[in-house]
Structure formats: C-alpha cells, structure tokens
C-alpha cells in the first residue's frame, strides 16, 4: 500500500522540491484503505514544520466512494486543527489525533476552511468534546444560525441557512 500511494503522488511545482525527492518529506504513520480511509499521514515540510493528514471518513448512500475528509493538525507556533469531518466524526478524528500523538489540548484553535457538511459537520461534536476555540470566516456566523421565516416551509427550516440546498 505505501509503495502504491507514493507512486500516486505527483509534484506539479518546486513547492516539496524535484519529482526526485519529494517524499522524503511525506511519512505514512498508517496506512488505509484503497480510498485513503483510516490512513494516517505526515508531512514533514523543509522548515520542520509537521503537518498531520487525519482522514474521517465520508458515509454516503449509494456507490459513491469519494474517500475521507482530510483534516489536518498543522503544528505551527500555535498548533491548530483543519476542520472536523462530518457530523459523528468526533470521536474517530480524536483517535487519528492521539495515534499521530497529537493531544487537543495542543491546538490553539480549530480552523473551518469551509461550510461543507464534510468539513464542517463535526465541528459542534469536536467542540464540546475538547472546549477548542474556533476561527472562521466572519460570514460563517450567518451561515450557522436559524432563519425560521426566511427558510422553506418544508424540514429544512429547522436547520441552518447553510443546509437549505443539502
């Protein structure tokens, strides 16, 4: 599965250094599934910066396999967290955290790339289970609050503004 992975891998610029040396900056602490699923990974940058990859996985009906949610501990001068995962992650994205030795209470914060359910979803669960502050874009506040009179008539007026369309 490593051997497999790494030839997938491709290096389109100068970012990680020539096609020939590029994965000595990549560790694969577990590996996964053909999707990526359960995978665990580490990017060691040339600064010494380490990146953490931290899958949870996406559970859709149906045959799609669009493999996991990356999720990603960047352990800067303040450590801080990538995105959730899906709603019921939590727990899973926690024990990818511990595996990489990664503790909540290393991280400053959580950082929402985006309003993706994928991405998103876990967030509340994530937060009540480790008190961890969250940064966002400041439009994201309208994104999660309730708009029972702007919403549509049918379910969806009890969820946030931005699940009207999932």
């Known amino acids: 599965m490593v051997s497999s992975f790494r030839q997938r891998i491709h290096c389109s610029s100068g970012f990680l250094g020539t096609e020939s040396n590029y994965l000595q900056y990549i560790e694969i602490i577990e590996n996964g599934d053909r999707s990526g699923n359960g995978m665990l990974v580490r990017f060691r940058l040339p600064s010494g910066l380490d990146i953490f990859g931290l899958p949870t996985q996406n559970f859709y009906s149906g045959n799609w396999d669009l ?66 502050k969250v940064r966002a874009h400041c439009i994201y506040d309208l994104l999660i609050r309730q708009y029972p009179d702007l919403a549509p008539a049918d379910f969806k007026r009890h969820f946030p503004a931005k699940c009207w369309h999932c």
């Open 67 to 132: 493999g996991p949610t990356w999720n990603y501990a960047v352990m800067a001068d303040t450590p801080f967290l990538v995105d959730t995962g899906r709603c019921g992650q939590g727990r899973n994205l926690l024990k990818a955290m511990d595996t990489a030795g990664v503790k909540p209470s290393d991280l400053g914060f959580v950082l929402i790339s985006h309003g993706h359910e994928d991405h998103d979803g876990g967030l509340a669960e994530l937060v009540a289970m480790t008190s961890l």
